[in-house]
């Protein structure tokens, strides 16, 4: 029998109906059921029981499929290893293994959330006639790469707050454009949105 490679494949999360994620293919150059081969998981894997709920292999083909019902979450598995055998059908039955790993890639499924030390009702006293102000807010997105960029912006809802204040995208950084009056207007709400 042929000695297998390792092998990568690739789903998309949150993926739920029964697609093929990847064939594997052995070959034996003996005949008859000395060289039918047929597969299966390890079942002596480390992480054996948790490949069985999630995945099927077909015995005949090679097939790997995603078991009904079941989804994986980027968040929680980026990458999951298993370990497959081939064997033959013969009397003294022959076999080889692969390590196959299935990488999961990512959809924009989360939405950001602010740091939780981060007090969402903030007040702050600033000196009038001064432009002296500086805040960072911090918000999370558990996504990987594009996904999970956060944004920031001042709600648009409020423009006495948006002449005055402004916030950088990026970084969360919020300052002041203008000096405030204290006999123009005492308060401002900022509604910050990430």
């Known amino acids: 029998m042929s000695k297998l490679n390792e092998s990568l494949f690739f789903i998309v999360e949150n993926t739920t109906n029964l ?24 079942d002596q894997a480390e992480n054996y029981a948790v490949i069985k709920q999630l995945f099927e292999i077909d015995q005949q083909t090679g097939s790997i499929y995603l078991t009904d019902g079941s989804k994986i979450d980027r968040e929680l598995n980026t990458e999951i290893k298993m370990k497959i055998i081939a064997y033959d059908q013969g009397e003294e039955s022959k076999s080889t293994s692969i390590t196959t790993n299935i990488r999961v890639l990512d959809i924009n499924d989360n939405q950001p959330s602010f740091d939780s030390s981060f007090d969402l009702r903030t007040k702050f006293t600033i000196d009038e006639n001064t432009i002296n102000f500086a805040y960072k807010v911090t918000a999370n997105d558990p996504d990987y790469g594009t996904n999970g960029t956060v944004f920031y912006y ?10 005055k204040f402004y916030i950088e995208p990026l970084t969360g950084q919020i300052g002041l454009t203008a000096p405030l009056d204290y006999e123009e207007k005492q308060t401002y709400d900022l509604v910050i949105v990430s």
């Open 19 to 42: 697609q093929q994620i990847g064939l594997l293919h052995a070959t034996d150059t003996d005949s008859g059921l000395n060289g039918k081969i047929e597969y299966k998981f390890d």
């Open 154 to 163: 001042i709600d648009t809802n409020n423009e006495e707050s948006l002449k």
